[in-house]
């Protein structure tokens, strides 16, 4: 079993900046997907951002030029820097590493508000 947790979340003004960390129990990163996924208030999760285990990213229209995912084999962490913060960014953040078949794991979340 693998753990993630994520971190980094808060409260920020429109316009700043938030970066997120998803540490994982052990080495997984460099073997699965990895993959940042938002929820917000009364909408189904969505998914902001994946990169694979040959590190091409992708991004959801919403947040391209905005938001940059990456990760940290060595330390076993994704990232994800969020730039141009709007509040239609609010809502709870989510990581996630899977290959796509039967591996799947899910962090608890982190809360991202933006707001004046």
């Known amino acids: 079993q693998v753990l993630l947790v994520e971190s980094g979340g808060g409260l920020v003004q429109p316009g700043g900046s938030l970066r997120l960390s998803c540490a994982a129990s052990r080495s997984i990163f460099s073997i699965y997907t990895g993959g940042w996924y938002r929820q917000a208030p009364g909408k189904q999760r969505e998914l902001v951002a994946g990169?694979?285990?040959?590190?091409?990213?992708n991004y959801a229209d919403s947040v391209k030029g905005r938001f940059t995912i990456s990760r940290d084999n060595a330390k076993n962490t994704l990232y994800l820097q969020m730039n141009s913060l709007k509040p239609e960014d609010t809502a709870v953040y989510y990581c996630?590493?899977?290959?796509?078949?039967?591996?799947?794991?899910w962090g608890q979340g982190t809360q991202v508000t933006v707001s004046s």
């Open positions: 996630r590493a899977h290959d796509g078949l039967i591996t799947n794991y």
């Open positions: 990169i694979t285990t040959g590190g091409t990213t």
